[in-house]
Structures are given as structure tokens and as C-alpha cells.
């Protein structure tokens, strides 16, 4: 697919699930369509990668292994981010945990991590810094929006602080992790998923607010 189609194409289906989730006819289609669109993401991830080789996608499974275990143990212990259960939103679920999570976790990685790489941070721990900062933003975002649609929900209907420490923390040596591994690349395709990551879940909270 030709890359500057395959950007316009995200544009088009990140748009169309943003406004779609919000028109009253079309809300529950655009929300079932979101584990969906999460697994086309984490798709286009792998087949785009700039410096394919096995390697490299050990590592990626790995990551998203280890990103879907850690959410396994915070589900079962309530001691990492909180306490909070999964809801029927993101699809099918091992232990309580959907399996799209994992894919989450190494989606943003490799998203965020491309908006890094073309800052030229010097250092492995910067990098990973900055990366999880970017992660962590985007989480404030994603908390509210993800609450209202099932996602995810809180005891108490109430995101705890710790959350959010804690995805910094997990976020942090993840990134670490992709950078010693050598998986950092610079990707305007990665950049673009990050932006639209963003620009996603800020439009779902504005709309939010002015319709709730």
C-alpha cells in the first residue's frame, strides 16, 4: 500500500471512529469497531517497520507480552495502577485482561517513541524520559474517554494518582527497553499514529464535555 495513501487512510478511520462514536445511530457500531482498529494499528506497526528482521519482532511480541502481564497482575492485585476492571469494549479477554492491551502498550511505544526520535535526545534514560512523559500525557486523556465507554472502569469512579506513576514507570522501561534493544527508528507513519493517538482521545474529551 502506498505509504501516503496508508497515512490518509488512518486519518479517515481514526476521524471516522471519533465522530462515529458520538453520533447517537452509529455509537455502538464505531465503539465495537474499537479493538478492531487497534489490531489494524498494531498491524500496520509490524508490516511498516523501517528495519524489519526477527529480531526485531521478538522483541515487539515481547513487549507486548510483558505489557499485557503487567496489566494481568494489576487487574488480580489492585497494587500497580490501582484498582480497576476491564469492561467489554477492547474484546476478547485472557485473566480478566483483553488482549488488544498488549498491542496498546506496544502501539504507543513505538508511536511516541518516533516523535522522540526526532528531537535527537542524546542517552538511552532521556530518551525513555521523554517517551514515557509523552505516554503519560496521553493517558490523561485517555482516562476519562475510556471510563465512558467501557473500557475500562475505576473503583469509585475515580482515577488514583498512583495510576498514573505507574504508567509513567511502566512506560519509562519499556522505552528503555526499545532503545538499548535498538528498536528506535525515525518514521513519519509512527509520528503520524501518535498525533492521530492524541488528536483521538483530546477530540473524544472535548465532545464529551460539551454533550455529556
Known sequence: MNPQFLKRFLIVVYAAGLFGMHIPETAQL????????????AFICVIYYPNPNKNAYVMLFALAFAG????V????????????????????????VPI?????????????NAVVAEW????RIGKAALGAGLMTALDLLIEPV???????????????VQNFGAWWLASFFFHWVYNTAGLSTKSSLFR?????????????????????
Open 30 to 41: 464505531f465503539t465495537s469497531l474499537v479493538p478492531l482498529t487497534l489490531w489494524f494499528t
Open 68 to 71: 499485557w502481564m503487567l496489566e
Open 73 to 96: 497482575v494489576g487487574v488480580k492485585t489492585g497494587q500497580i495502577f490501582g484498582s480497576y476492571a476491564y469492561g467489554k469494549t477492547l474484546g476478547f479477554q485472557v485473566m480478566n
Open 100 to 112: 488488544t492491551i498488549g498491542l496498546n502498550w506496544v502501539i504507543l511505544v513505538i508511536a511516541t
Open 120 to 123: 535527537n535526545i542524546e542517552g
Open 146 to 160: 475510556a471510563m465512558h465507554y467501557d473500557f475500562w472502569q475505576w473503583a469509585g469512579n475515580a482515577v488514583p
Open 192 to 212: 503520524l499514529i501518535a498525533v492521530l493517538q492524541f488528536c483521538f482521545f483530546l477530540g473524544h474529551w472535548i465532545l464529551l464535555q460539551i454533550f455529556s
